[in-house]
Antibody, heavy 120, light 106 residues
Framework: EVQLLESGGGLVQPGGSLRLSCAASGFSIRTYAMNWVRQAPGKGLEWVSGITSSGTKTDYADSVKGRFTVSRDDSRNMLYLQMNSLRPEDTAIYYC?????????????WGQGTLVTVSS | DIQMTQSPSSLSASVGDSVTITCRASQPISDYCNWYQQRPGKAPTLLIYLASTLHTGVPSRFSGSRSGADFTLTIANLQPEDAATYYCQQGYSTPTFGGGTKVEIK
């Protein structure tokens, strides 16, 4: 069974940093692009970041560009999101997501999400 | 970025009804429109990809279509378990989602 399990969320002060992790099981992420998608409380979905299967290309939403960095460790079957200079508007549930073809592709698998709260 | 304008933002219908949700892309996206269902407190799940292909395991009462830049999700014979929020998403370029449609069962 395919599973994506996020961790690393929590309460952080504005300007602070967090590193989210996503552990994949039931499949190898090695041949797949991977994404992060977030959802602010009571709001819609927002694509945050993507990384190609090779790890050589990444992309970010304008709202996080320059502050967030996505990376992967295929040997551990893990995806990461380093979030710096956090702002209150970054408060959201962050989902790890597995698109089918490239990080623009349709998302077939989603994690259960991890909540990030940015507040003083 | 390509905008996906989704309508309506909410609707209420009875069991057995047919409902339609529409997304309009701000630029041509070919068939790169996908639809997701999100039940309260849960992660989204894929319903339809590439405008009209039903994802594995999704009931056949869900269908998708495209007319130019307009994409439609239709739920026929609405069931109580269809109460959820539905999102379109374009995958032609940097992904963007529509604003969502909350479907309530009367």
């Amino acid at each position: 069974e395919v599973q994506l399990l996020e961790s690393g969320g929590g309460l952080v002060q504005p300007g602070g940093s967090l590193r989210l992790s996503c552990a994949a099981s039931g499949f190898s992420i090695r041949t797949y692009a991977m994404n992060w998608v977030r959802q602010a409380p009571g709001k819609g979905l927002e694509w945050v970041s993507g990384i190609t299967s090779s790890g050589t290309k990444t992309d970010y939403a304008d709202s996080v560009k320059g502050r967030f960095t996505v990376s992967r460790d295929d040997s551990r079957n893990m995806l990461y999101l380093q979030m710096n200079s956090l702002r209150p508007e970054d408060t959201a549930i962050y989902y790890c997501a597995n698109p089918y073809t490239g990080f623009y592709g349709y998302i077939v698998n989603w994690g259960q999400g991890t909540l990030v709260t940015v507040s003083s | 970025d390509i905008q996906m304008t989704q309508s309506p933002s909410s609707l209420s219908a009875s069991v057995g009804d047919s409902v339609t949700i529409t997304c309009r892309a701000s630029q041509p996206i070919s068939d790169y429109c996908n639809w997701y269902q999100q039940r309260p407190g849960k992660a989204p799940t894929l319903l339809i990809y590439l405008a009209s292909t039903l994802h594995t395991g999704v009931p056949s009462r869900f269908s998708g279509s495209r007319s130019g830049a307009d994409f439609t999700l239709t739920i026929a014979n609405l069931q109580p378990e269809d109460a959820a929020t539905y999102y379109c998403q374009q995958g032609y370029s940097t992904p963007t989602f529509g604003g969502g449609t909350k479907v309530e069962i009367k």
